[in-house]
Structure formats: C-alpha cells, structure tokens
C-alpha cells in the first residue's frame, strides 16, 4: 500500500478540509486530541 506524499506539511496542519469526505492525517494529529481536551463533560 502506498500512502500519499505530503508537499506542503505546514499548510496541512492548519487544513481541517471542512466540506469534504477525506481526511487530512497530518491536521487530525496536530488535533486529535483537541476535542478530548475541551469536551465539556469530561471532568
């Protein structure tokens, strides 16, 4: 399996690709654990 090359690492972190189907696996780990974090009802 070949995985896709990433051009322009800096622009993908701040990318969250709202209106899409796909995923950007750089921008979901700069953030995966953001919505943990600030979940309301975790205490």
Request: hydrophobic fraction near 20%; aromatic fraction near 0%; charge should be positive.
């Amino acid at each position: 399996m070949s995985t896709k090359v990433n051009n322009n690492h800096k622009a993908n972190i701040k990318n969250t690709n709202q209106g899409t189907s796909g995923n950007n696996v750089a921008n979901g780990k700069a953030n995966g654990n953001r919505g943990k974090q600030l979940n309301p009802n975790r205490k």
